[in-house]
Structures are given as structure tokens and as C-alpha cells.
Nanobody
Framework: QVQLVESGGGLVQAGGSLRLSCAAS????????IGWFRQAPGKEREFIAA????????YYTNSVKGRFTISRDNAKNMVYLQMNSLKPEDTAVYYC????????????????WGQGTQVTVSS
């Protein structure tokens, strides 16, 4: 089992920044691909970004490329999502998730999920 806990969400004005953190505990963290997803009210859960086990490869959905950066620190069992130039459409609950299936945008392939952290971007 891997337990994941997100933090760092909040209310920010459009154009602002937030850094989300995902803290992992339980099994050895480093073999897992970590992904960030988000879900807005009335919408499906959406892939945002993923990072491979050693941080050497990252993946982003087009809508956040150039604005969001995913990173990880395996020594601290932490993954981060730096979000810059935030837009009202970025408002959602953000989740981190872990998988050993390799980098993927498909939510069902992730084995472990955090409880989510709310991000609200005001216009």
C-alpha cells in the first residue's frame, strides 16, 4: 500500500501561483510513476501531469504545458506540482496518484490516490 496526501491548495487570483505537494508513505515510493489529476464540478477527472520514477521524464496535458511543472524528491517521498499563471478554468480538486504501470494519462491505471486538495482561481 502507498498512502498519498496532497496539500498546498487554496484560493488564488488569476495569474497567481500555487505549489501543490503530494506526500507518500507506506511502500517504497521511488518505483512508482506519480500523476496529478484534477476534477472540476460536473466534469470528469482530467490528467494534468506525470513524472517517472527518477524524475528524468515528465508528461503534461496541453492545457498546462509551460505553466505547470511536476517534480519529485524521492529522498523525501514527495512530489510537487508548481502551478504558475493560473486561470479560472484551473479551478478543481487536484489529486495525486501512483502507479507501477508506467507513465499514463489513464486514471484507472493508477493504483493509489490521495484525498485531493481544492484549488480555486478567482478572476
Amino acid at each position: 500500500q502507498v498512502q498519498l496526501v496532497e496539500s498546498g491548495g487554496g484560493l488564488v487570483q488569476a495569474g497567481g501561483s500555487l505549489r501543490l505537494s503530494c506526500a507518500a508513505s507506506g511502500r517504497t515510493f521511488s518505483p512508482y510513476v506519480i500523476g496529478w489529476f484534477r476534477q472540476a464540478p460536473g466534469k470528469e477527472r482530467e490528467f494534468i501531469a506525470a513524472i517517472n520514477w527518477d524524475g528524468s521524464s515528465t508528461y503534461y496535458t496541453n492545457s498546462v504545458k509551460g505553466r505547470f511543472t511536476i517534480s519529485r524528491d524521492n529522498a523525501k517521498n514527495m512530489v510537487y506540482l508548481q502551478m504558475n499563471s493560473l486561470k479560472p478554468e484551473d479551478t478543481a480538486v487536484y489529486y495525486c496518484a501512483a502507479t507501477r504501470n508506467g507513465p499514463t494519462q489513464k486514471a484507472p491505471l493508477y493504483d493509489y490516490w490521495g484525498q485531493g486538495t481544492q484549488v480555486t482561481v478567482s478572476s
